[in-house]
């Protein structure tokens, strides 16, 4: 029988130097705030969760390049995700977000961007400031 994680194992957060952490495919509901503790972390894929909200302590990760959150239940992601000034991949699709949050809009070394089944709005406006700086920008068919 398979055995899914409901929450993060506190003695993850015992590993200081960790520099990469997949998590997907669980029943994660939440992060703690002490995820701060990860200050080396490059890659942190929490795909596949039930996540509804992210710490505002998410933004002290300041090495993350790769940030997976796709396929959650999110709804909007804190400011402080501007303080990720390495990150340079962003899955956020398949969330429950109705606006392309402008902290990534704050991302200098951003490539790729995925909103791609969310409840978006307008991300017309959007999509054409940002689709400058990128590599790859991925939205929901009928919104380009």
């Not at 993850?12 to 998590?23: G, H, I, M, R």
Request: proline share 4%; charged share 20%.
């Amino acid at each position: 029988m398979l055995s899914f994680l409901n929450e993060i194992p506190l003695e993850v957060f015992k590993l200081s130097s960790l520099n990469t952490l997949y998590l997907r495919r669980n029943s994660i509901s939440q992060i703690p705030y002490i995820i701060e503790t990860l200050k080396d972390l490059e890659i942190l894929d929490l795909s596949i969760n039930d996540l509804t909200k992210l710490p505002t302590s998410i933004g002290i990760l300041h090495n993350l390049k790769m940030l997976n959150l796709s396929s959650n239940k999110l709804v909007y992601i804190p400011q402080t995700l501007s303080s990720l000034k390495n990150l340079e991949i962003l899955y956020l699709n398949n969330n429950r977000l109705k606006n392309i949050p402008i902290e990534v809009e704050r991302l200098p070394l951003l490539k790729k961007l995925d909103v791609r089944g969310n409840l978006l709005l307008s991300s017309r406006d959007y999509s054409i400031r940002v689709k400058k700086k990128l590599n790859s920008f991925h939205q929901s068919q009928w919104m380009e």
